[in-house]
Each structure stands twice: as structure tokens, then as C-alpha cells.
């Protein structure tokens, strides 16, 4: 019944490259906006970056612009994170989340599926 899974989590070092997968179920995530988010101890859960539907539509937070990427492909309903010049500030759990809309959002209750995280960890 695991409808979300993210992958391509690890250990690397600072200035690496990663690239995360979402394998979503089409029946959920056909319909919807997506987006990663990540959390780390003692923080609460903050958006990284969303995209609609279709794709056409992308949001980056501020502390990512520019060396993050999102992307998902339709037809194997997979979202991806491609992660480059990464910094120690980019530890975290990384989250897959499905949007209750076409199109995502920057707010957590914004999102009503979940995978359950894959951890990237960036050592200096």
C-alpha cells in the first residue's frame, strides 16, 4: 500500500551532486501538483521546491535557487530532485509529498500524501 517512496538519498561530500527520486502511484499523483520538502532535528518542515501538474509551473525556496532542480516525468509518474553543489546546510530528510491541487504550494497542509524520507547527509 506504499503509494510515495523516495530514493537516491546518501552521505556526500560538500559540493557533491545527488539526484532524489518520488516513485508515486499514478492514481494519486496524476491529477496533482507535487513537491520536496525536508526536515531536519528540531526544525520544523520546510518547503525546498513544488511543481504543478504538468510541470509548467516551478517554485524554488530561496535557499536552493540555483543549484537545485525539480522535475517529474508523467508517464512513469516519478518526481525528481537533481541536487548539485550541495552544502552542509542541505542535511536533512528529504520528503516526496502529493499537493490537493494541480498545482503546489509552499504550505505544509497543502499536501495530503507522504513518502517517508530518505536522508541526505552533506559532510564538509
Known amino acids: 500500500q506504499v503509494q510515495l517512496v523516495e530514493s537516491g538519498g546518501g552521505l556526500v561530500q560538500e559540493g557533491a551532486s545527488l539526484r532524489l527520486s518520488c516513485a508515486a502511484s499514478k492514481r494519486i499523483s496524476g491529477n496533482n501538483g507535487m513537491a520536496w520538502f525536508r526536515q531536519t532535528p528540531g526544525k520544523e518542515r520546510e518547503i525546498v521546491a513544488h511543481i504543478s501538474l504538468n510541470g509548467g509551473r516551478l517554485y524554488y525556496a530561496d535557499s536552493v535557487k540555483g543549484r537545485f532542480t525539480i522535475s517529474r516525468d508523467r508517464a512513469s509518474s516519478t518526481m525528481f530532485l537533481q541536487m548539485n553543489s550541495l552544502k552542509v546546510e542541505d542535511t536533512a530528510v528529504y520528503y516526496c509529498?502529493?499537493?490537493?491541487?494541480?498545482?503546489?504550494?509552499?504550505?505544509?497542509?497543502?499536501?495530503?500524501?507522504w513518502g517517508q524520507g530518505t536522508q541526505v547527509t552533506v559532510s564538509s
Open positions: 509529498a502529493v499537493a490537493r491541487s494541480f498545482y503546489g504550494s509552499t504550505e505544509l497542509g497543502d499536501y495530503y500524501y
